[in-house]
């Protein structure tokens, strides 16, 4: 249609309600395939209406009022400024009106235009919007619960969890010191490290033995803070399992031991994506840690954490020491030696 293609750019704001009992909320209105299109301020849409079904409710005042055929309580304002978008929807209503020769045809394109809208918000729209939706109700207790299941299940592939009194005691230390919510040290996961919903990180048993000092295991424990910053574990555990967990957690409060098995799996098989580096150094800074026995830890080269080794936030400062000796000794032992 000649006068659908003229305007299939324009764009309006408006005043929209979805009833006369709620308030009027300023929209952007555009004009698409034989729909007027209707998004809020941070382009989420909010609805659409068929050409077709358009009527007006004060034919040749401004500002003017449309609403959908058969809802008049549903009302779509514009002012008198918009005079351009006005003059297209009544341009384009006697088009629509003049070119029906049966009154099904456009009944049924308005029903699978609508029905295309409506399977592009559930295919694109719907999955991110659920998402951020649960991750702000789901409380703290919750998530502690499904990082200690989830850590079950990494136990049967590492082994349990080291309990040496002393390493336990010393471990502690190391925590409070660093603020980093509860560490647990295992004796043979696949990964060095990874962490978990509930403020869990979980290191392996490696990144405290092999090594001469904690600044490393520290650097591992400061590196899994990074990595939680910018991608909360739920978010990235929900991802993982789906759309049908999302809902799952939303509506009953738990996700299911299959999926909790699924991202156990694909958490001790993943290689890790490193941190924002800008981030893994402010991190490494609020400690007051030195980055450079970490990143020669990661490679002994330095090559490829040069960036960790030149940003070092200590160098050239005096640091006080993590941990005394004694308690090295005993977190080297954790694990029974």
């Not at 007027?36 to 401004?62: C, F, Y």
């Not at 939706?133 to 080291?162: D, F, N, Y």
């Not at 392996?204 to 424990?221: H, K, T």
């Amino acid at each position: 249609m000649t006068a659908l293609t003229k305007y299939a750019r324009l764009e309006a704001t408006a005043l929209w309600r979805a009833s006369p009992d709620e308030q009027r909320r300023e929209v952007i209105v555009s004009i698409g395939d034989a729909t007027l299109m209707i998004i809020d301020l941070k382009s989420q849409p909010v609805t659409h209406w068929s050409l077709a079904a358009v009527e007006r409710a004060n034919p040749g005042t401004r500002p003017a009022i449309f609403h959908p055929d058969g809802d008049p309580g549903e009302t779509l304002e514009f002012a008198e400024a918009e005079a351009e978008m006005i003059e297209a929807i009544e341009t384009l209503r006697k088009a629509i009106e003049k070119s029906r020769p049966r009154p099904g045809r456009l009944r049924w394109a308005g029903m699978l235009v609508s029905s295309l809208v409506v399977l592009w918000l559930a295919i694109f729209w719907l999955p991110g919007a659920l998402l951020d939706h649960t991750l702000t109700v789901v409380p703290q207790v919750k998530r502690t619960a499904m990082g200690a299941a989830l850590l079950t299940r990494i136990e049967r592939v590492s082994g349990p969890a080291c309990t040496d009194a002393g390493g336990q005691a010393a471990l502690a230390l190391l925590t409070a010191r660093l603020r980093a919510g509860r560490v647990i040290v295992t004796p043979a996961m696949p990964r060095d490290s990874l962490h978990l919903p509930g403020n869990i990180i979980v290191l392996n048993r490696s990144v405290i033995e092999d090594f001469e000092e904690p600044d490393i295991a520290a650097g591992y424990i400061v590196s899994e803070q990074a990595r939680r910053d910018s991608n909360d574990p739920l978010r990235e555990l929900l991802r993982v399992t789906g759309l049908r967990e999302n809902f799952r957690l939303l509506t009953t409060g738990d996700v299911s031991p299959a999926a909790l098995d699924t991202y156990a799996e694909y958490l001790i098989t993943k290689t890790p994506e490193d941190p924002d580096i800008a981030a893994q150094i402010a991190r490494f800074e609020r400690a007051s840690l030195r980055s450079t026995p970490y990143a020669y830890a990661r490679d002994i080269t330095g090559e490829t954490t040069i960036n960790l080794i030149e940003g070092d936030p200590m160098n050239g400062k005096l640091t006080e020491p993590l941990m005394s000796d004694a308690n090295w000794l005993r977190l080297q032992a954790i694990c029974g030696g």
